[in-house]
């Protein structure tokens, strides 16, 4: 073979390689709280799905497989709460575990939301803690439910019966992600990273997303009041 085929070959080689994803490409981390179904019409008989919701995404459908160790020992019911975590290749996730968000196996907590139309007065929306709207979620039994609770509101996962009742907020931020959170005195400080500076505007605006992760953190007996890290966080 003369140089300049096999510089042809080692070029189309390149092109090719370069333009097929690798299975790596085409995988991502899946970690979803939703319901599972099986047989349902439209969906493939004998297997498992996840039915769950996504900001702007309702109504969204993920095949479970259930090939690994962990996942084949549980016990699924029709229409049941559960968290799935795995990896998600296409539209079926290997499921690494599933955690049942049934009120008996499960930690109930509350998210602050917010409704305008609970906050009006002279003028219009008041921007006050009168139009939080607590709502229940169930997570799985942890030691650490102030992180789990404040990342989860941060997700800002609103069901369709909520958003219609005019539940709203904000979350989730672009960017805006929790890295730590401590309890010392009854003082919980919140770590936040913000690179993309979404926690800063107007004071109505910053007040209200405020309110939404303190009043989120002091549902727990051991918070008192809420820090936020770096200061520079929630400024009009």
Known sequence: MTAGVLILVLGAWFLYTSKSPTLSEQESSFAQDGAVIK?????????????????????????????????????????????????????????????????????????????????????????????????????????????????????????????????????????LTLTSAAITDGVATLTLRDPQHKTVGGSCRVGILWAQISETAKQFATVKSVRFLPEELFQP
Do not use: H
Request: include cysteine; aromatic fraction near 6%.
């Open 39 to 175: 047989d349902n019409p439209g969906f493939k008989p004998g297997v498992w799905f996840l039915s769950y919701e996504e900001p702007g995404s309702p109504g969204l459908s993920v095949e479970l497989n259930l090939n690994s160790v962990e996942a084949s020992r549980i016990s699924l019911s029709q229409g049941e709460r559960v968290r799935v975590e795995g990896i998600l290749y296409g539209n079926v996730v290997s499921v690494r575990s599933i955690t049942s968000l049934s009120i008996e196996t499960g930690m109930p907590i509350k998210l602050y939301f917010y409704n305008p139309a609970l906050d009006q007065g002279p003028g219009g929306v008041q921007c006050s803690r009168n139009g939080l709207v607590a709502v229940e979620r169930v997570i799985p039994k942890t030691q650490t439910p102030l992180t789990d609770a404040v990342k989860l509101l941060l997700r800002g996962e609103i069901s369709d019966s909520e958003r219609a009742s005019g539940i709203q907020s904000e979350f989730p931020l672009p960017g």
